[in-house]
């Protein structure tokens, strides 16, 4: 019929071609009977077809261009659905435009067919695969799935067979409980909307075409290993608004503008790829109870946590952390974690690493050193932990503190590690592990106003072309602590370049092998409580208000100038200085010494009262 038709009891559709209405297409009235189409041939169906029981597409549907909503259940009774049926069809159950559809809705309750596949009558809309992977829903206009207001609780949206808007149609999903998903969705431009919980099965792929993909609730990619989701987004946004679980499945999301993780990922030996050309908002957190890697484009991790256990965790391009402390531990295994472009520090971070190792590609800086105190703090236990860009050189830090077995700088130019926050508690910062300077390095912990910071070196110190690497040190009235040998690699091959503390309250080193070793002017004690080796024609120039050698001096090709402007400087019997250049000795209030003093035809020179503790040799090799 070419008018609308009205009809009371079941309608089958089956043999030849078969066109039902151009009008809508009603069953009213207190009617149990079932909608299903069966055609050899094509079934047109337009406008709005509904009936209070079932409606089955068993073969191919066209909508001859015009907008078509297939709604079961018209008398709400909570019985009838909407199914595509692939089952013992061999005409490639679907439902396709053939012209430009502006709208295609489906809508149900719950499926009632007896002869439906077992726990499926909980359905209020069903799309079969096609055993040939054509789509079963295919229009170029928007698709509506969505159940009936009078749906039971416990009806699925199971989709499948593929659902595709081959225009810039809106796709949008809903159901009383899950959408059950299993194939895949896309549109040329339009969006993806999932409005209820997600249950994904099978490897699925969603592309919008540029349109935004939104999940307004919880996602779970079901466990096994083979029920991995990919997401395009182009230009649009990808957001998850539920938690997301992965499980052991991999999840891959790419967008050219903001993927949004609201909810959070959980997961276990599953990978997140996150890949977004503006940013990637971390809201929740990201838990990987497995050795699943993590890699996030563009990052904004507001105070939440990534972890995992022992998989790999990577930031690309500019990281930043905000609102909170933050959290980014690959657990005790061998997962690395690397920030391979700039960080900007929104809240206290803490890395750690396991026995991996931990990478810092660019620069390290605070939001804002005047107002807030950002805290970084990095454990790689047996790994490396490795610096190719400044810290706080920018807006520094409030503390820095760093542990592994190997701690690198190698920056491509001399690198400032800044933790002078002004408004800052003081604190220490510690290198805690084997310290290698691949560049110049200023550590400057000297605050223009409030009270200084530590600065501790908790193993050796070397360089990684001898005599060629500096260190400067820049302390104000805090204390600076080497406990490891400095330069002491075999040989003098790892030999520091020039060692400068320009300003510090206490100085404790143990072995000093250096180009040059030079402390201006300080504010405590300097104790050498190892040899002190240099090879530079600076030698040893170190001035502060107390000075203790301990241990021998060697100023090979140098000078040896020790004062103590304030108090005494003392030599202990194994501190004896050896130069080839002149030895010049003061303390203000004496000095105390029972160390030889051998000059290659240079002067020595007390320049306060000595006290002899033990016997002592002046040699000038006159």
């Known amino acids: 019929s070419d008018g609308s038709q009205t009809t009371v009891g079941g309608v089958s559709l089956s043999g030849g071609s078969v066109k039902l209405g151009l009008g809508d297409v009603h069953l009213e009235g207190s009617l149990s009977g079932d909608i299903i189409v069966d055609s050899s041939g094509q079934t047109i169906l337009s406008g709005t077809v509904q009936t209070d029981g079932d409606i089955i597409i068993r073969s191919q549907v066209s909508t001859g261009g015009a907008p078509l909503t297939l709604k079961a259940d018209l008398n709400l009774d909570g019985q009838g659905g909407v199914w595509i049926d692939e089952s013992g069809s061999e005409n490639d159950a679907g439902i396709y435009s053939s012209g430009d559809l502006s709208y295609l809705s489906l809508m149900g309750s719950a499926i009632r067919s007896a002869i439906i596949a077992a726990g499926s009558e909980g359905a209020s809309v069903w799309i079969d695969a096609d055993d040939s992977n054509n ?20 009806a699925n949206m199971v989709i499948a067979g593929i659902v595709r808007s081959s225009g810039a149609g809106n796709i949008t999903i809903s159901a009383k409980q899950n959408i059950d998903l299993s194939a895949n969705v896309s549109s040329a431009g339009g969006t993806l909307q999932f409005k209820s919980p997600v249950v994904l099965s099978g490897s699925v792929s969603l592309n919008s075409g540029g349109g935004n ?48 993780i609201t909810g959070g990922i959980a997961g276990s030996t599953g990978s997140v790829d996150v890949t977004a050309a503006t940013r990637t908002d971390v809201d929740g957190a990201i838990a990987l109870s497995g050795a699943g890697n993590v890699t996030l484009d563009r990052a904004v991790v507001s105070g939440v946590n990534v972890t995992t256990a022992g998989g790999n965790v990577a930031f690309d391009f500019a990281a930043t952390t905000d609102r909170g402390a933050v959290q980014v531990s690959t657990g005790a295994g061998a997962g690395n974690v690397s920030f391979n472009d700039t960080l900007g520090l929104g809240g206290d971070l803490t890395v750690a690493a396991g026995t991996g190792n931990v990478t810092f590609s660019g620069t390290i800086n605070a939001d804002n050193s005047t107002t807030a105190d950002r805290t970084l703090t990095v454990t790689a236990g047996t790994g490396a932990v490795t610096f190719s860009g400044g810290v706080g050189a920018t807006q520094a830090l409030a503390d820095l503190d760093v542990t592994a077995a190997a701690i690198t700088f190698d920056a491509l130019t001399a690198q400032t590690v800044a933790v002078d926050d002004n408004d800052a508690a003081q604190q220490t910062v510690t290198f805690t592990g084997s310290v290698v300077l ?49 330069g002491g690699a075999v040989n003098g091959r790892w030999r520091l370049g020039a060692l400068k503390i320009t300003s510090a309250d206490d100085v404790t080193a143990a072995a000093i092998t250096a180009l040059s070793l030079k402390q201006d002017d300080g504010t405590g004690t300097t104790s050498l409580n190892g040899a ?49 250049g002149a030895v010049s000795l003061t303390g203000n209030t004496g000095i105390s010494t029972a160390g030889d003093v051998t000059t290659s035809g240079d002067n020595v020179t007390y320049n306060s009262g000595a006290t002899l503790t033990g016997d002592i040799t002046i040699d000038t090799g006159a």
């Open 135 to 154: 789509a079963q829903v295919l229009t170029s206009g928007a698709i509506s799935l969505a159940p009936n207001t009078v749906a039971p609780n416990t």
């Open 438 to 486: 691949g560049q110049n390095v200023a550590v400057d912990v000297d605050k223009a106003s409030g009270t200084d910071n530590h600065v501790t070196f908790s193993g050796t110190l070397n360089g990684t072309t001898a005599g060629t690497e500096d260190l400067t040190i820049t302390a104000g009235t805090g204390d600076v602590t080497f406990t490891g040998a400095v």
């Open 213 to 260: 993909i939104t999940f307004n609730d919880t996602l779970t990619l079901t466990a096994g290993g083979a029920n991995d989701l990919a997401i395009t987004a182009g230009t649009g946004n990808a957001t998850f608004t539920g938690l997301a679980t992965i499980n052991d499945n991999d999840l891959t999301v790419n967008s050219s503008a903001v993927a949004a």
């Open 532 to 580: 002190a080796n240099t090879s530079g024609a600076a030698g040893v120039n170190v001035v502060n208000e107390t000075i203790a050698v301990n241990a021998g001096i060697a100023a090979t090709g140098g000078t040896v100038t020790l004062t103590a402007d304030t108090a005494t400087l003392t030599l202990a019997a194994a501190g004896d200085i050896t130069a080839d």
